[in-house]
C-alpha cells in the first residue's frame, strides 16, 4: 500500500536559518502530495500541494518540488521565523475506486525555531 | 469561510461510558474521514465516509463506530471507553474526483479526549 516516509524530529533551528524537511513516499498511480502543518493546539491546514510531477507548490516562504525519479517532496525555506514553529506533515492522496482520494500521512516533524 | 466544525474541543469521560464526538462541514464535500493523533504515531485513520449512510473502516477501527445520516455531519462513537482511548481525534473532508481540490482534506480544530 501507499506509505509516506519523513524524517523525524524535533528539527531545533535558529532563526533566519534554511530549512529542509525530507519527505519520500511509495504509491502505485500518480498521487498528489501535500504538506500540512499544525500550530500548537489547533488541527492541520494545508500548506502546498503538488499534483504531477515536477510541480513546485508554494506558500509563505515554504516549497516543495514533486520529484517522480526520486519519489520525494521535500520541504524547504530559506529563512525561518520563531512563528513557524509547529509540526509538518507530509501527505499523499492516490484515486481509488469511485474517484475519491484516499490520505496517507506521514507520521510528521516538529520544528522548533529559536530567536 | 469555508468550515469543519468538531463539537467538543476538550472531554473528560470514564472508562465504560459510551462517547459521541461530532463533526459538522458546511463545504458539501461527499467524503469525511476521522483520524486519531498521537506523538510519535502521527495521525491514523480511524474511518472514512463516502456518502451518507455509507462508512469504511480505516487502519484502527477496533473500539469505534460511525454514524454519517446527513452529508454534513459524521460522528465518531466510542461504545464503551477504555484508557488507550485517550487522544486527539481529528475531523477532515474532502472533496472527490478530479480538480484543483481533489485530495486536499480540510480539518477541524481537534478534540482532545481523556478517559480515566
Known amino acids: 500500500g501507499d506509505s509516506v516516509t519523513q524524517m523525524e524530529g524535533p528539527v531545533t533551528l535558529s532563526e533566519e536559518a534554511f530549512l529542509t524537511i525530507n519527505c519520500t513516499y511509495t504509491?502505485?498511480?500518480?498521487?498528489?502530495l501535500f504538506w500540512y502543518v499544525q500550530y500548537p493546539g489547533e488541527g492541520l491546514q494545508l500548506l502546498l500541494k503538488?499534483?504531477?510531477?515536477?510541480d513546485k507548490g508554494s506558500n509563505k516562504g515554504f516549497e516543495a518540488t514533486y520529484r517522480k525519479e526520486t519519489t520525494s517532496f521535500h520541504l524547504e525555506k530559506g529563512s525561518v521565523q520563531v512563528s513557524d514553529s509547529a509540526v509538518y506533515f507530509c501527505?499523499?492522496?492516490?484515486?481509488?475506486?469511485?474517484?475519491?482520494?484516499?490520505?496517507?500521512f506521514g507520521r510528521g516533524t516538529s520544528l522548533i525555531v529559536h530567536p | 469561510d469555508v468550515k469543519v466544525t468538531q463539537s467538543s474541543r476538550y472531554l473528560v469521560k470514564r472508562t465504560g461510558e459510551k462517547v459521541f464526538l461530532e463533526c459538522v462541514q458546511d463545504?458539501?464535500?461527499?467524503?469525511m474521514f476521522w483520524y486519531r493523533q498521537d506523538p510519535g504515531l502521527g495521525l491514523r485513520l480511524i474511518y472514512f465516509?463516502?456518502?451518507?449512510?455509507?462508512?469504511e473502516k480505516g487502519d484502527i477501527p477496533e473500539g469505534y463506530s460511525v454514524s454519517r445520516e446527513k452529508k454534513e455531519r459524521f460522528s465518531l462513537i466510542l461504545e464503551s471507553a477504555s484508557t488507550n482511548q485517550t487522544s486527539m481525534y481529528l475531523c477532515?473532508?474532502?472533496?472527490?474526483?478530479?480538480?484543483?481540490?481533489?485530495?486536499?482534506?480540510?480539518f477541524g480544530e481537534g478534540s482532545r479526549l481523556t478517559v480515566l
Open positions: 463545504m458539501d464535500h461527499e467524503n
Open positions: 503538488a499534483t504531477k510531477a515536477d
Open positions: 465516509s463516502y456518502d451518507v449512510k455509507m462508512k
Open positions: 477532515a473532508s474532502s472533496r472527490p474526483g478530479q480538480g484543483s481540490q481533489a485530495g486536499e482534506l480540510f
Open positions: 504509491a502505485t498511480g500518480y498521487p498528489s
Open positions: 501527505a499523499l492522496s492516490s484515486p481509488a475506486a469511485g474517484g475519491s482520494y484516499i490520505p496517507t
